[in-house]
């Protein structure tokens, strides 16, 4: 059994890369989700999956300083500043 991650570099990492996936394979639903300011509805069950698997990885520590939550902001949403919506 692999050991879990007690290092927040290797944390974030894991992060952007479970948020990125999420990118990957929704684009659609988060497109319109941004669009019409939707997005944690339609996302919620991929959201919280992504949050699972990040937690079985990770020490209890890492997991509770929100690595995961800034990796969906910065991946999910800044990277999708250029799509018309109502949230900015």
């Known amino acids: ?10 944390a974030r990492q894991l992060a952007r890369a479970i948020a990125s996936d999420l990118t990957l394979y929704h684009e659609a639903k988060i497109l319109d989700g941004i669009t ?12 919280e999956e992504g ?7 990770v020490t209890e520590e890492i997991f ?6 800034r990796a969906i902001v910065d ?13 900015w």
Do not use: C, W
């Open 1 to 10: 059994m692999a050991s879990l991650i007690d290092n927040p570099q290797r």
């Open 64 to 69: 509770h300083q929100n690595i995961y939550d």
């Open 75 to 87: 991946v999910l949403i800044k990277s999708k500043g250029h799509v018309k919506s109502k949230i």
């Open 36 to 47: 019409n300011d939707t997005l944690f509805e339609v996302m919620s069950d991929e959201i």
């Open 51 to 57: 949050r699972h698997l990040f937690k079985s990885r």
